[in-house]
């Protein structure tokens, strides 16, 4: 079983992002507050890893157990327009805040998964909210993995809605990533309006 907490008595979010490497869609960000002491009475929980470890079956049974047993969560989008504008990472960072603000329990110390984060003062508020980084932290912490699931299933579900749309560049399957057919099907359709036109669309000839 992951951890439940890196500093124990305080409230603990966990945040991560799921879409940072695609050509097309929005990157989504979650931040999940877990009670450790409940945490580790819930037997699905045994499952929360990284959530790229884990089957569809499985996210999506974890899922709603989440939703059900953490003590506040939030899931944010941020668009391909606005990541063309301000460049991948730096969404992230922004939507995982974003996550934050929208909790409905104020953390006392926040965990984000990677190695990257900039100070995050609440709105309204005037000190900053104490953060570490954690690399593979959402196949360390459970508040991260948590966060990770509920990122990558609701990207999941995203990316399903927008191939009803646009099903030529098999979006259903590649969830929006660079694979041969998505580029095959950029260079026969060329780019929609959920393509990431800052990334690089062509395919590399080797």
């Not at 929208?102 to 006392?108: A, D, E, G, V, Y």
């Amino acid at each position: 079983m992951l951890k439940t907490h890196m500093i124990g008595g305080l409230v603990e979010a966990g945040c991560d992002e799921a879409g940072r490497g695609p050509l097309a869609g929005s990157v989504f960000c979650a931040a999940v507050i877990l009670d450790p002491k409940r945490a580790k009475l819930v037997p699905e929980f045994e499952w929360l890893n990284d959530s790229k470890q884990l089957t569809d079956k499985q996210r999506y049974t974890l899922r709603p157990v989440i939703e059900r047993e953490a003590l506040a969560w939030a899931v944010v989008e941020v668009s391909p327009k606005e990541i063309d504008e301000r460049n991948i990472l730096q969404c992230s960072i922004i939507g995982m805040q974003r996550a934050l603000d929208k909790l409905s329990i104020r953390p006392q110390h926040i965990l984000v998964d990677g190695n990257k984060w900039k100070p995050y003062v609440p709105e309204g508020e005037l000190l900053e909210i104490p953060a570490h980084t954690v690399v593979h932290g959402d196949a360390t912490y459970m508040s991260i993995a948590a966060a990770s699931v509920l990122a990558k299933t609701y990207r999941d579900d995203e990316m399903m809605r927008l191939h009803e749309q646009y099903p030529q560049y098999g979006w259903a399957n590649n969830k929006g990533y660079p694979t041969a057919e998505h580029y095959e099907a950029l260079k026969k359709y060329g780019v929609t309006p959920y393509h990431r036109l800052s990334f690089n669309l062509k395919l590399q000839q080797v």
